[in-house]
């Protein structure tokens, strides 16, 4: 079925070439165009020839091409956005300004100060082309990976009626990670997944319909760790164990997860870094990050040379110096959802969008995360039920925080950001919370035209 499909930012070398190969593998979309836009005119010129000479290996009658933004919208069918307004520049500003108001941030994309600047940065951007989107191809389904997910959601529902919905990653990722820890299939394991976008928790967890929470322990979890790091093949009583994970200085990716199930009888889903960003204590020192194993996060300059080498490796095999691989279609759900709303085989997924009465003890169309089923006729989200009592309240917060953060956005009132600021959990020095924002806008101010100065 023949369909137009643009990736705007598709000079992206990590999301699209993944992108790309998963939709050439979908027989249903045999013949379709795909169609990149990128303000980076090299790296789209690259991403270009690259996705051209991965299609043809393929040969399922898949045409590439570059094209300006109204271009490419006009008659698009699917359109995906992978964005970072302001790049490398601003988000080493999302994670240094807050430390100096004692916020260490172990993500930055999503929640606290460095969630909220992102807001204000993409907001603006994804509400553009929204808006053309109704002008040049009203019936299009807008598909994003841009982060913050639940707030740019949120934006272009509030300001268009463009189908939108976002895609995260995180769910199969920790899908991945109970599969090898239990010894198990990831075909085999099944939850409801209930929350909002980077702090959503896992219920009715199973494997082959036996439920495993009697299997998900804390010291359990310290050895598989290792033992996986090939760090170390541990031996001898608990009480030796514990003294290890006590002296213990590596980072552990789930340690605050087991830690938290431990606590609630609910399993978290994605990493700790994500996780630690929506509970304020754990972001609160670097003391604080190391006790609890959570990588402290940064973007310079180790994010530029993984972005660099990758392009290296992109130009080798354009060149011939490398060979194109064919690889394996990924866990993304991007291409999967795209077949199924263009009349192939029905999909179930992990979406973002808004709340519909999925999950029944968060506000009306807020977004939340959970399974949802892609068909021809939509996209449809599964009745989840309630988040768990005891930790709806936490999330509740973070939802303040988001809608704050979008009503900031949208209007370009600083007092909004500024209650989004003091309310948002990893600030805990509220006290602090004028003069970290303003550093944040001035720093930022490049790409904060909207937004005015505050008082």
Request: glycine share 8%; hydrophobic share 40%.
């Amino acid at each position: 079925m023949n369909k137009k499909i643009v990736f705007i930012g598709g000079g992206s070398v990590i999301w699209t070439p993944t992108f790309a190969n998963d939709l050439f593998q979908q027989s249903s979309l045999a013949g379709s165009q795909l169609v990149l836009v990128d303000i980076d005119q090299d790296a789209l010129r690259v991403l270009t020839a690259y996705c051209t000479r991965l299609s043809h290996q393929y040969q399922t009658g898949w045409s590439v091409a570059s094209a300006d933004l109204d271009a490419a919208l006009e008659g698009a069918d699917f359109v995906c956005l992978s964005i970072s307004t302001g790049g490398f520049e601003a988000m080493h500003h999302d994670y240094t300004i807050p430390e100096r108001y004692g916020v260490f941030h172990t993500v930055g994309d999503t929640a606290g100060p460095g969630g909220i600047s992102r807001t204000l940065r993409n907001v603006p951007v994804f509400v553009q082309v929204a808006r053309k989107m109704e002008q040049l191809c009203p019936d299009a389904w807008l598909i994003h990976v841009t982060n913050p997910l639940s707030q740019l959601t949120r934006a272009v529902g509030l300001t268009t009626k463009v189908r939108c919905v976002g895609l995260c990653h995180n769910y199969a990722g920790t899908i991945s990670m109970l599969a090898g820890y239990l010894g198990a299939k990831e075909k085999d394991i099944h939850a409801v997944s209930v929350g909002i976008n980077h702090y959503s928790y896992l219920k009715d967890l199973t494997v082959r319909g036996r439920p495993v929470a009697g299997q998900l322990s804390l010291e359990r979890y310290f050895r598989y760790h290792l033992e996986t790091k090939d760090e170390a093949r541990l031996t001898g009583t608990t009480d030796d164990i514990v003294q290890q994970m006590t002296g213990y200085q590596g980072t552990m990716e789930y340690y605050l997860n087991f830690l938290l199930f431990e606590q609630t009888g609910c399993f978290p889903v994605g990493s700790s870094n994500h996780l630690a960003e929506n509970l304020p204590y754990y972001c609160s020192s670097e003391e604080t990050l190391a006790r609890y194993h959570i990588r402290r996060k940064g973007v310079l300059p180790r994010r530029q040379l993984q972005k660099d080498d990758k392009r290296r490796r992109l130009e080798a095999q354009l060149n011939g110096d490398e060979p194109l691989p064919m690889p394996a279609a990924s866990k993304e759900s991007f291409s999967a959802i795209v077949s199924a709303l263009a009349g192939g085989e029905p999909v179930r997924s992990i979406v973002a969008m808004a709340n519909q009465g999925q999950v029944s003890n968060l506000p009306a169309q807020v977004v939340v995360e959970t399974w949802a089923e892609a068909n021809g006729s939509g996209i449809f989200p599964l009745m989840s039920g309630p988040v768990t009592q005891g930790l709806a309240g936490w999330m509740l917060t973070s939802i303040e925080e988001q809608e704050l953060s979008v009503a900031a956005a949208l209007s370009g009132d600083p007092e909004l950001a500024l209650r989004a600021m003091r309310i948002t959990p990893m600030l805990t020095d509220k006290s602090a919370a004028k003069d970290l924002l303003r550093d944040l806008l001035a720093a930022n101010r490049a790409w904060l035209g909207h937004m005015r100065e505050l008082d």
